[in-house]
Structures are given as C-alpha cells and as structure tokens.
C-alpha cells in the first residue's frame, strides 16, 4: 500500500548574525529558524530537516561564547521540540551537545525518536573536544520504519555506509556544511534509501534510492518540498523487465515503474490502497535488486 510522506528540506544560511548579549543572539537565532518555518509549514509536511550545527551563530563576541554555548546546551533540544508540537510536524536537526556533534529526531508531539552521534568528526571538531559516535543508528519515526543519519564528514566513509546498507534503512537524513556532490547519490543507490540531504548554505535535496533527484532548494528559494512514497523497491531488469508490461497492463498508474537510465535497475512504487510491492513482487515473481545480485554470486561459484 502506498506510504507517503511529505519531507521540507531546509539549507539555511551563515546570515545568523551575534547580538548585544549572549541570550539575544540566542533569540535572534530562534527568531531566524521561526521565519524559516513559515516558508514550509503551509505545505503541511510530516518531516522538517535542519542542517549541521543549526543553533551556530556567525560573529559572535569571544566574551560571550561560553555564556552562548551553555543556552544551547541547555535550550536547543527543547526549543526544537516545542516547534514539532507547535507546526504538528517531526523535526531533525543536529546541534553539538556534551561534546558530541548529534543528529536528533524529534516527533510532532515533541518526543525524541532517534539520535545520532556523528561517527566521523573532522580532525578539527576532535582537537576541539567532540567526541565521535560508535556506530551507525536506525530508528522507527512515524511512517518511516527505519530512518538512519549521517552527518557531514560522514559521507566519505564507505565503513558507515556499508553498516548502513546492512541495516536496509528507508531514509537517511543528512545533515551537513559539505555538500558530498556525487556521493549523495552513491548512498542513496547502496543504502536503498531515500537520501535526504540538508545542506547549510548550498542546494539541499531529496534523492530517491536509484538517483534520481525528486525535489532541491535553489540558488533563489533555500528550502525544497518532496512528496515520496515508501513503499517501493529496487528491482534489477534482468529477468523482470518482460514482466513490467503485464504490471502496467494491470493496475497501470496504481504502479509506478522508474527506469533511470544506465542503471540496470528500476524503482517500482506501489500507488495502490489495497496491495503492497511485497504483493506486486510475490504476484509477478520479480527479483529484488539485493536478491539478484546474491543469485549472481551463488551462480559465479558454479564457474569457479
């Protein structure tokens, strides 16, 4: 059955400028993020995603930076929280907590769902105090069965991608400074997940799990809306593409059959109320992308 989801992507700019004192730049913060909020909450979306470090605030006096970390230490998780209550909407944003530089999933009713403690860090966040996390994190939240996140630097490790595979999450969200160009895709196209990148400053995006971008922010609008239907699945052409017509023929727009190109695999999505892709799979006798792959390595043994 379809399972759909509405996610507002947002990239946020450096222009959260210091004030007079530590808890009006504090202020002036949450004043930004809340004009920010009125640019998605309309669309009514089930998900808002932050970027990396979303509490940081550029020009701020060396004498007032102690006093301003401890407000976010002590106000970020709440205020955030209060938000997802007040719009009816989940929110992940990341902020550096106890020396940790953490991802935080918060539900509409203002309850944590999931946190991620960037396994990663830079080399630079370490000599600073931040402790990197231990391991990759999936979690239930809402609609999405598994949700996974990464951060940043995170990206260039295919160690906590292939963790991430193993763990067959249906979102990963992505909050970061850098941006990670093609690599977005590759973690979308390896972990089968939509690929929900919140960059700060810089184009944020939703990637679908075979590439194809569904929705970005541009460089006039720093925001970007996707509608994404969960219930789908990568399946390789290879001896399932004669089988695509009868699937049309049947329930037509009730499924949707996305060939990218050069891929080799479609996303096939069920749009259906009464039927899932685990029917439409069982029904036709298609191949799973995962399952293929681990039928052609049992095959090559033969040939050894």
Request: glycine share 6%; with cysteine.
């Amino acid at each position: 059955m379809a399972r759909k989801i509405r996610l507002a992507v947002m990239s946020g700019t450096r222009d959260i400028r210091g004030k007079a004192t530590a808890v009006d730049t504090y202020r002036g913060m949450q004043d930004y993020w809340l004009r920010q909020f009125d640019n998605v909450i309309y669309d009514k979306p089930d998900y808002i995603v932050l970027p990396e470090s979303c509490d940081r605030v550029l020009d701020i006096d060396e004498s007032m930076m102690l006093e301003y970390h401890e407000l976010r230490q002590q106000k970020t998780v709440d205020f955030f929280s209060g938000l997802a209550r007040e719009f009816g909407s989940g929110i992940v944003f990341n902020a550096n907590i106890d020396n940790r530089n953490t991802s935080f999933a918060v539900k509409e009713n203002g309850e944590i769902a999931g946190i991620y403690n960037k396994v990663f860090p830079m080399t630079t966040e370490m000599y600073e105090g931040i402790v990197p996390g231990k391991e990759a994190v999936v979690f239930e939240y809402g609609r999405i069965k598994r949700a996974g996140f990464a951060i940043c630097f995170d990206l260039n490790f295919n160690e906590l991608m292939n963790e991430y595979a193993a763990l067959k999450p249906e979102v990963m969200f992505f909050s970061s400074m850098y941006h990670g160009g093609l690599v977005q895709k590759t973690w979308a196209y390896s972990t089968r997940s939509f690929f929900v990148s919140s960059i700060c400053g810089r184009e944020s995006a939703v990637t679908a799990p075979n590439g194809r971008v569904v929705a970005r922010s541009t460089n006039y609008t720093d925001f970007c809306i996707a509608d994404i239907n969960l219930d789908s699945e990568l399946i390789h052409l290879d001896f399932n593409r004669e089988k695509f017509g009868d699937i049309k023929k049947k329930y037509g727009e009730g499924v949707i059959i996305d060939d990218i190109g050069y891929l080799g695999s479609a996303l096939i999505s069920c749009e259906l109320t009464d039927k899932s892709m685990d029917d439409i799979v069982a029904e036709f006798e298609l191949i799973r992308l995962d399952d293929y792959f681990d039928f052609a390595r049992s095959e090559r043994k033969k040939y050894l």
